[in-house]
């Protein structure tokens, strides 16, 4: 692996991870109005406490976050901080730190993302490589219009439709949250069960909507492969029928659609985020969606840096393994 | 007499089908970018014209008796707050529309921009553009405009288009900058270049006038994007505070659990029109291609 094509990504990480947090420090600076004293007043107004002097309260928040010192001295000691895993306290849940949250809420996020992404990519792929195939029943392809809807309508306005079709109409699944409020999570048979009940609904919200988007690129990638000369080749060969489509079809036109899961999966965060919102799912975007209900800003903060950090850093996992998948793509540095 | 007036006029009605027949069946104009026009005609229609003819003051609340459910009276019911759905709906379409146009219209004039710059100019110029747009694509959208949007204490319509415009240049850049590239290598390029056009000239005469069926596929790919964003931020509670929009309308059906309380008429008609318009993007969008790139003609 040429040198320089890693220092490359490596440089693109880090600034990646340079911009999201100058960013993240200059733009509740940049924009008027004070996060800290509004969602204090907000807190106030809400518990009805009327002697508190808000302005005492958040200049001393502000002493004691640093806030009082010159702009770089901030700058410097939000980067400390970050170092130091340190994302400031819920103002909602106080003084739990940001971190506890994030930590709790990851495990959720990843275990619904990768559950879904995985069967809408490998259905997805499957199914499209099978519309492009000559030899496959022309029944299929009474799906490419469902499939071409359901890739253009956003996932969290599916979940709504499933929530109300398979909680209220038919109550088959719960409407929302992660597992039974009133079992303990342990990890037992029980758990793991009621886990994957509750997730049934916000990955099924998942997987229809991107399964489409898949199925689509794979047809058209398999398309481009079968007037390729190998597959002539293989055929009049006498190859089982099987084997051409599995093994010279679906395996070339396979690692393209690898490149791009590596393209959507940005937006495919972002949909799971607004899915989990919808479901009050304990993931990521569960608490993001309360902390923008409670203007807890430091959550809100926290969470996005996590979402841009997490990204950044598979995106740069899979532009390092990638050209040892498919030796066609050289390293461009 | 009759059947002389008669005569050119059925002349011309028939040759006018037969025009009208070979347009259908010219390769640019296929099928689903006729689709997608009707249907994005048809809402910006109806967003057009529709808030004149409805009451404003019924999309207030306690305008009406609450969670009704759909009646001669209130076609689409009513929410739980008392609010007349019919008219919420009439007013939050253009809304949704305006953020839509305003983010899709920005972020399309700064990728040209850089598109142009980049592709044309190229040098340490190039390689900037490049690497901050490449970086910031690969950044989730919905997590920059959270936090813009969370960090603006009073969101109005126009906000919310420049929040979510933000990011919507990056894609633009790209696509526009990779046909620069392709284009300023052709053979008319080069003729012009022999015969002393000026860079500006070259850039403004000869590549920009081959560069429209782009501008045009990736600026309806800026708009879907941009109303998916919008939408998405509203539907979490960052949405504009004082107009309704389609984004909001879900919002507030969710903080009032309208689904678990079988109100289908609040939530119901928020999805059907982000649906369609969404539908009807991505019909125009794929026509469009079509004629941006010959290539997937062959092919399907």
């Known amino acids: 692996m040429p040198i320089d094509y890693v220092a490359k990504r490596t440089f693109q990480l880090l600034l990646i991870v340079f911009i999201a947090v100058t960013f993240n420090f200059l733009i509740p600076r940049m924009i008027p109005g004070d996060p800290v004293e509004s969602a204090l007043q907000t807190k106030i107004a809400v518990s009805g406490s009327v002697s508190v002097d808000v302005q005492a309260v958040a200049a001393a928040y502000r002493a004691k976050f640093g ?125 793991v069960l009621d886990v994957l009940y509750h997730a049934v609904l916000p990955a099924l919200a998942l997987v229809l909507g991107s399964v489409g988007f898949w199925a689509l690129g794979m047809r058209a990638l398999t398309i481009s492969v079968l007037g390729e000369d190998y597959i002539t080749f293989a055929e009049s060969k006498g190859l089982p029928p099987q084997r051409v489509f599995l093994w010279y079809g679906m395996r070339n036109a396979l690692l393209p659609q690898i490149t791009s899961l590596a393209i959507a999966l940005g937006s495919i965060l972002s949909g799971a985020v607004l899915v989990e919102a919808i479901f009050n799912y304990p993931g990521l975007g569960g608490i993001l969606f309360t902390a923008i209900a409670g203007k807890d800003y430091f959550v809100i903060q926290g969470i996005v840096l996590m979402l841009i950090f997490a990204l950044a850093l598979s995106l740069f996992v899979v532009d390092l393994i990638y050209p040892l998948v498919d030796p066609r793509i050289r390293y461009h540095a | 007499m009759s059947a002389i007036t008669a005569m050119p006029a059925g002349g011309r009605r028939s040759y006018g089908t037969a025009a009208l027949r070979g347009i259908l069946r010219s390769p640019r104009l296929s099928g689903s970018l006729v689709a997608g026009l009707a249907m994005l005609g048809l809402i910006v229609l109806l967003a057009l014209v529709g808030p004149r003819f409805v009451n404003p003051r019924l999309a207030a609340v306690g305008a009406a008796r609450p969670s009704q459910a759909p009646s001669a009276q209130y076609v689409l019911g009513t929410d739980s707050q008392g609010r007349d759905m019919l008219t919420i709906m009439v007013l939050a379409t253009p809304q949704t529309l305006r953020i839509g146009l305003i983010a899709g219209v920005v972020g399309m004039a700064i990728g040209l921009t850089l598109g142009l710059l980049s592709g044309f100019f190229g040098g340490a110029i190039d390689a900037v553009i490049r690497i901050v747009a490449d970086s910031l694509m690969t950044v989730p959208n919905l997590a920059i405009m959270v936090i813009i949007a969370a960090s603006v204490g009073h969101m109005t319509v126009e906000l919310m288009g420049l929040t979510v415009a933000a990011l919507a240049w990056t894609h633009p850049t790209r696509s526009i900058r990779a046909q620069v590239l392709s284009i300023r290598e052709r053979s008319y390029v080069r003729v012009a270049r022999a015969n002393g056009e000026s860079e500006l000239g070259i850039l403004f005469r000869e590549v920009m006038p081959n560069l429209v069926p782009y501008i045009a596929a990736s600026f309806v790919g800026a708009v879907s994007g941009a109303i998916l964003a919008a939408v998405g931020l509203e539907a979490i509670g960052l949405g504009p505070n004082d107009v309704h929009t389609l984004g909001t309308t879900i919002y507030w059906s969710e903080k009032f659990s309208a689904v678990l309380r079988g109100q289908w008429w609040w939530w119901g008609p928020p999805i059907v029109a982000i649906s369609f318009i969404f539908v009807g993007l991505f019909l125009l969008s794929s026509g469009l291609d079509r004629i941006a790139n010959p290539k997937l003609r062959l092919r399907t």
């Open chain 1, 67 to 191: 806030l009082d010192k010159p702009l770089w001295v901030q700058y410097l000691n939000y980067w400390g901080g970050i170092f130091s895993r340190d994302l400031g306290v819920s103002l909602v849940d106080f003084p739990q730190p940001v971190i506890e949250k994030i930590q709790a809420a990851v495990p959720w996020t990843l275990g619904l993302l990768s559950l879904s992404t995985g069967i809408a990519f490998v259905l997805g792929s499957v199914l499209g490589a099978l519309l492009a195939w000559p030899r496959a029943p022309r029944a299929l392809h009474i799906l490419v219009p469902p499939f071409m809807l359901l890739s253009s309508v956003p996932f969290f306005l599916l979940a709504i439709v499933l929530v109300f079709t398979f909680s209220v109409v038919v109550p088959w699944f719960p409407p929302g949250g992660g597992f039974d409020p009133v079992s303990i999570l342990r990890f037992d048979m029980q758990t």
